[in-house]
């Protein structure tokens, strides 16, 4: 499928469903896609992204421990995905 700038996806992986709007850049793989670490990440009380993004955490499955670095805690940022026009 040929993704456009601008055009609405879904991104989907074993863990979750997302939808979310493209942007297209040169920057990228086109193998590959890109999300802001923290956009439409919010908490009760701190809504100030709310409805702002997505938040790639949604993607991963529940139980996430071999998406763990065992060192430092943080999650691997890699996972497969597929992609497509909503």
């Known amino acids: 499928e040929n993704i456009k700038d601008g055009d ?18 040169q920057a990228v793989h086109p193998e590959v896609i890109g999300i802001g670490g923290t ?4 908490a009760h009380g701190v809504p100030v992204a709310l409805g ?3 938040h790639f955490n949604s993607l991963f499955p529940e139980d996430s421990a ?3 670095d065992r060192l430092s805690g943080a999650l691997d940022c890699c996972l497969k995905v597929k992609i497509y026009k909503a």
């Open 66 to 68: 071999e998406f763990m």
């Open 52 to 54: 702002k993004g997505i």
């Open 8 to 25: 609405t996806v879904w991104i989907e992986s074993p863990g979750g469903k997302i939808k979310a709007r493209a942007k297209v850049s």
């Open 39 to 42: 956009f439409g990440h919010w």
